[in-house]
């Protein structure tokens, strides 16, 4: 399985995702293709309430405070990627991996 889904930055993370808003629940799908994560978010994809979704739910995982996690791509569109402050890439590919075995 590829780890493309995590990329390092100078503070932190980028996780890219694929984000499937008006599901039931919060919860990760698996993976999208070998480089980006899915992403089922409980939260309608209006006025940016499934932003604010996957935000709160990528935090809560990774355990960093809720402005720890950023969307800064694809804010109007499926697949995004979100910035992790606090954690270094290892770590959050290690956690993610965890979640996806």
């Given at each position: 399985m590829s780890k493309?889904?995590?990329?390092?930055?100078?503070?932190?993370?980028?996780?890219?995702?694929r984000v499937s808003p008006?599901?039931?629940s919060t919860s990760i799908a698996g993976t999208f293709g070998e480089d980006a994560i899915k992403l089922r978010v409980a939260a309608p994809p209006v006025k940016g309430r499934a932003n604010a979704e996957a935000e709160r739910y990528v935090a809560e995982l990774l355990g960093v405070t809720a402005s720890g996690v950023s969307v800064i791509r694809g804010s109007s569109a499926r697949t995004k990627t979100v910035v992790v402050r606090g954690l270094e890439a290892e770590e959050v590919r290690g956690i993610l991996t965890g979640r996806l075995s």
């Open positions: 493309g889904f995590v990329t390092r930055t100078r503070d932190g993370a980028r996780i890219k995702l008006g599901a039931r």
